[in-house]
């Protein structure tokens, strides 16, 4: 299941490690299916490099800053933080 597509990585996403975040920005229509999963364990990939387990911390609507989305300005917009279990056992 896509929950949100595409996302526009905020700092670089080095892979599943100790402490690692993920921290991205969106548009909020492409990911209103994220609401349903902050807080819980769940399993994410990332393209078809990354696959981990990792909680959705937070999901706070934003003014947009990222090149990527600089032409839509005008649409609301999302920045999401996810903090990555870096092994997929490890997940509580």
Same mark, same amino acid.
Request: glycine content about 6%.
């Given at each position: 299941?896509? &929950?949100?597509?595409?996302?526009?990585?905020?700092?670089?996403?080095?892979?599943?490690? &100790?402490?690692?975040?993920?921290?991205?920005?969106? &548009?909020?229509?492409?990911?209103?299916?994220?609401?349903?999963?902050? !807080?819980?364990?769940?399993?994410?990939?990332? !393209?078809?490099?990354?696959?981990?387990? !990792?909680?959705?911390?937070?999901?706070?609507?934003?003014?947009?800053?990222?090149? !990527? &989305?600089?032409?839509?300005?005008?649409?609301?917009?999302?920045?999401?933080?996810?903090?990555?279990?870096?092994?997929?056992?490890?997940?509580?």
């Amino acid at each position: 299941m896509v &929950l949100v597509d595409p996302i526009y990585l905020v700092v670089p996403f080095n892979g599943p490690a &100790l402490s690692a975040t993920l921290e991205f920005e969106a &548009l909020e229509d492409n990911a209103a299916d994220l609401a349903q999963i902050a !807080g819980r364990r769940h399993h994410f990939t990332l !393209g078809s490099e990354w696959e981990f387990w !990792g909680v959705l911390d937070s999901l706070e609507p934003i003014q947009s800053t990222h090149p !990527g &989305l600089q032409d839509l300005r005008q649409r609301a917009a999302c920045k999401g933080v996810v903090s990555v279990f870096p092994e997929m056992h490890e997940a509580p």
